[in-house]
């Protein structure tokens, strides 16, 4: 069995010096990243049966992956959204990204749903949620051929995609309620509120998406949606994110903390960049990997 590959000093190294400045050149960062995890992925563990380009919509990006664990039965299954600040992304961001969430997830008893969504600014706000509320649909209408549970569903996002899977599951008008209610929410490095502050290097991605009213900005903020009904939500970011992502999600848990009255799962990786938050799954760093299995076996 091959075992998967420890995150050599040489990438800690990359992360700790493009981590501190990440926020003047996110794109080249990004990549630099990226590419570093990729050459990793080449030689992990990649145990899955896996149904590629399955359309769940008529757009020709309504498309997404099915990684399942080889002879799974009623296994839960996770749909995951990548990011892109709005207006960018693929469910193949690089070589071997998203790639690696499906392989990590499959291996561990877990369905994992790789999707893409329609992108700002050819589909503003809602689009890229109704995208996700139809994923799911077809999540709960097919999965069970695939060796998953519908009846066991969580949904997970990165950055955007974070933004995208946090309104369906916490805004009942994207359907997410009764028979339909997720069981859990798995942010990771989320940007669960939508500004265009000064300080924010993708505020015009964001303004691509939301546009410029407040208000249109606050409906779709998923710290606004927070209730004491809100599914169950694990929440991961790292020590270098794009900037403001990391006070964003202190606010999601500080905003479910106050409604729930506990605190959420809160994981805050040390040493990891915004891209690395979601480049690392699959390889032996597994601290924030394990904590969202153990919220899917709690769920």
């Known amino acids: ?13 990359l992360m700790a010096e493009i981590g501190p400045k990440w926020g003047t050149n996110i794109t080249a960062h990004a990549r630099q990243t990226f590419d570093a995890f990729s050459a990793l992925h080449r030689n992990a563990p990649k145990e899955a049966e896996v149904a590629r380009n399955l359309a769940y919509g008529p757009h020709p990006r ?6 399942a664990p080889r002879s799974a039965a009623a296994a839960p299954v996770v749909v995951f959204a990548h990011g892109g600040a709005f207006v960018d992304g693929h469910k193949d961001r690089a070589e071997e990204i998203y790639s690696n969430v499906g392989w990590y997830f499959a291996r561990n008893g ?5 999707t893409e969504y329609r992108l700002a600014p050819e589909f503003p706000y809602p689009a890229a949620t109704l995208d996700m509320a139809a994923a799911v649909a077809w999540v709960r209408a097919n999965i069970g051929r695939h060796g998953g549970d519908a009846r ?15 309104l369906y599951a916490y805004d009942p008008r994207f359907g997410a309620v009764g028979e339909n209610r997720v069981r859990g929410l798995i942010v990771v490095s ?11 290097p993708n505020a015009r991605k964001v303004e691509a998406y939301f546009g410029t009213d407040p208000a249109s900005l606050k409906v779709g903020s ?21 900037p403001l992502i990391d006070v964003h999600c202190a606010e999601l848990l500080h905003r479910l903390s106050q409604a729930k009255r506990a605190t959420p799962r809160v994981v805050r990786l040390a040493g ?11 390889t032996a760093e597994e601290r924030l990997g394990r904590e969202i299995l153990d919220f899917i076996r709690e769920n």
Not at 110 to 114: A, I
Not at 190 to 200: F, H, I, K, M, S
């Open 222 to 242: 998923v710290v606004e949606h927070v209730s004491a009904a809100s599914v169950p939500t694990i929440i991961g970011f790292g020590e270098w994110e794009n």
């Open 190 to 200: 989320g940007r669960v509120r939508a500004e265009t502050l000064p300080d924010n």
């Open 110 to 114: 877990v369905v994992l749903v790789n």
């Open 1 to 13: 069995m091959i075992t998967p590959p420890a995150v050599p000093d040489s990438v800690l190294r």
């Open 62 to 67: 309504h498309v997404l992956d099915v990684y």
């Open 272 to 282: 990891y960049t915004h891209s690395g938050m979601i480049a690392h799954f699959n």
């Open 152 to 166: 066991r569903v969580f949904v997970m996002g990165h950055s955007a995609g974070a933004c995208h899977m946090g």
